[in-house]
């Protein structure tokens, strides 16, 4: 959802971390793990639009899971990737190419901070993780109505809890020590958003409908070691100084590489993230 602070440190809609060589990498192990959502609001989305789409735009495109989850649930349409980051898009169009959706699957480079950019009138506009990043998301959500074509359809998606991944007896003697990281992250705001369901109809959007979605895998899939230390990496250096000292501690020892804490090599992580939906039409 990154995501202002944070989700994963500054996720989409202008990637404010862009810069972050790792953060592209977080994103697909993101999208591997806890992607099985994706397919599910898609097939939402495709129950909600009148006609078949012809066009669709994914705004603050990422490295473009929900792009290509787009392409593939409505294979007539183009699918228009809008990001600030070039590294972003690079990827989308590598992924794109792999997966044989070159030709359907464009990237713009494009901040939405500076307004709208110019593309064809779309019947899907998809906004993962990102509309919270944006400076002045209600004039963001007024571009988007102006975008969609006369019923089109609007989704937004936002992580509602950060990812959960450690069993939680753990903390040196002093159980609970994610609970304790999520809880000084929020204070920080990592993953703040407000419920879009009022701004959505502030910016004339009608039939808005919310639901949550939640991925869990047990046991956790072999990818989940890397995720977990590439997040906690993050989250250990935005808590430098605000953890207790046998947190920190015990954070170190999850992240060294071959110590035999070490959450690469661990059986017992643990995969449980959510995500609310919300979807509209124009």
């Known amino acids: 959802m990154t995501q202002h602070s944070h989700h994963h440190g500054g996720h989409h809609g202008g990637h404010t971390s862009a810069h972050d060589a790792g953060l592209p990498d977080l994103l697909d192990l993101d999208a591997e793990i806890f992607g099985s959502y994706l397919d599910q609001v898609a097939d939402w989305a495709g129950l909600r639009v009148r006609e078949t789409p012809h066009r669709v735009v994914d705004v603050g495109a990422g490295t473009g899971a929900g792009s290509l989850t787009l392409a593939r649930r409505f294979p007539a349409a183009e699918v228009v990737a809008i990001d600030r980051s070039e590294v972003m898009l690079e990827r989308i169009r590598t992924a794109a190419h792999t997966q044989g959706l070159a030709d359907r699957v464009i990237g ?33 959500l007024r571009d988007m109505y102006a975008a969609l074509n006369p019923d089109g359809v609007l989704v937004v998606v936002e992580m509602d809890a950060l ?9 040196m003697g002093r159980p609970g020590l994610e609970s304790r990281c999520h809880e000084a992250l929020a204070r920080m705001d990592w993953n703040a958003h407000p419920n ?9 959007f009608v039939d808005v409908e919310e639901r949550s979605f939640t991925s869990e895998a047990t ?29 920190r501690d015990t954070l170190d020892r999850l992240l060294s590489d071959d110590g035999p804490d070490s959450v690469l090599h661990r ?8 995500r609310t939906a919300w979807i509209a039409r124009r």
């Open 196 to 204: 879009w369901r009022g701004h959505i109809e502030r910016a004339c």
């Open 108 to 140: 713009v480079h494009a901040d939405l901070n500076a307004g709208w950019p110019a593309v064809e009138a779309a019947d899907v506009v998809w906004a993962a993780s990102s509309l919270h990043e944006v400076a002045d998301p209600d004039r963001v």
């Open 267 to 274: 059986g017992d992580l643990t995969v449980r993230g959510s």
């Open 219 to 247: 046991p956790a899939p072999p990818s989940a070691g890397r995720y977990a230390h590439t997040f906690l990496s993050r989250v250990r250096s935005a808590l430098d100084g605000q953890l207790a000292v046998d947190d």
């Open 163 to 171: 990812p959960r991944l450690l069993p939680e007896n753990l903390g």
